[in-house]
C-alpha cells in the first residue's frame, strides 16, 4: 500500500496521518437564503411612497404594536397596504422578484407566492425592532424607502440553535469563513428589497441617525408571502 502524502511523527511520538488537500470532501446542505433586490429607478418610487407613507401615519397616528416600539415614536401601519394603489409599483417589483424565486427553488408552476400582508414602519431616533420571525407565511421581506447613514442595519441570527450547546474558539483577529457565521447585519439601503425566509430570526438597530427632522427616518416596507394556487 502506498500513500501520497505518508504519516508523519507527531510531537508526541505518535502517528499524524495525512491527507492530500482534496481528500475531506464537503456539501453544503439546508441552507438560509437570502435574496437581495436593487429596484430599478427607485428614487420616484420613494418619493412617491414617503408621501404616502406619512399621510397614511396622519390617517392613523396609533397605529399598529408589532416588533416596534410606539413608546419610542416608532409608528407601524395596517398591514393591507399592497392593496392600496399607491403600493402598486412596488407590488409589481415584490411579484417579479418572488416569480424569479420560484423558478429558482423548483416551485409548482400551479402556484405562486402572493403577498398577504404588506405594511410601513417609520423608525424615528432612537427607534428599533426586537428580534422576531413572521408567523404563518413562507417568506418574507423588507423594501428600504428612506435610509439616512446610521439608520439601523438588519441582523438575521442562525437558526441552528445547537451552535448555541457548544461554541467555537475561532482564530483571531482573522474573518470567519461565512458558512461559520452566527449572525449577519445589512446595512438598510434606499431603494434595496432583502427576502428571506419567515421562520429566520432578525432584528432592527437602533436608528443613531444625525440628519434632521424627517430626513433622519428609517422608512422600510415590508411584507409577507405564501404560496397560493393561481387563479
Ligand atoms: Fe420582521
Redesign the pocket.
Known amino acids: 500500500m502506498t500513500h501520497d502524502t505518508p504519516n508523519r511523527e507527531a510531537e508526541d511520538g505518535g502517528l499524524v496521518a495525512r491527507l492530500s488537500e482534496d481528500a475531506l470532501k464537503v456539501r453544503r446542505y439546508f441552507p438560509t437564503l437570502i435574496f437581495s433586490l436593487d429596484v430599478p429607478d427607485s428614487e420616484i418610487l420613494n418619493d412617491d411612497l414617503i408621501e404616502e407613507i406619512y399621510a397614511e401615519r396622519e390617517r392613523d397616528r396609533t397605529g399598529v404594536r408589532k ?1 416596534n416600539f410606539p413608546e419610542l415614536g416608532s409608528w407601524h401601519s395596517h398591514v393591507k397596504l399592497h392593496k392600496d394603489v399607491t403600493f402598486a409599483g412596488l407590488v409589481q417589483y415584490v411579484d417579479a422578484a418572488s416569480a424569479m424565486m420560484c423558478r429558482e427553488l423548483g416551485y409548482h408552476r400551479s402556484y405562486q407566492l402572493r403577498i398577504g400582508t404588506m405594511w410601513s414602519i417609520i423608525n424615528p431616533p432612537g427607534s428599533s ?1 426586537r428580534a ?1 420571525i ?1 408567523p404563518g407565511c413562507i417568506w ?1 421581506g423588507v423594501y428600504y424607502v428612506q435610509a439616512p447613514k446610521n439608520s439601523g442595519g438588519i441582523e438575521f441570527i442562525d437558526p441552528r440553535t445547537q451552535n448555541l450547546m457548544s461554541s467555537v474558539e475561532y482564530i483571531p483577529d482573522t474573518k470567519r469563513p461565512r458558512i461559520c457565521w452566527t449572525k449577519v447585519q445589512y446595512k438598510p439601503v434606499a431603494g434595496k428589497m432583502l427576502i428571506f425566509p419567515s421562520w429566520l430570526y ?1 432584528s432592527v438597530a437602533p436608528n443613531r441617525s444625525r440628519a434632521k427632522g424627517k430626513d433622519a427616518d428609517r422608512i422600510i416596507v ?1 411584507f409577507n408571502l405564501s404560496q397560493e394556487r393561481r387563479r
Do not use: F
Open positions: 416588533s425592532n422576531h413572521h418574507s432578525h415590508s
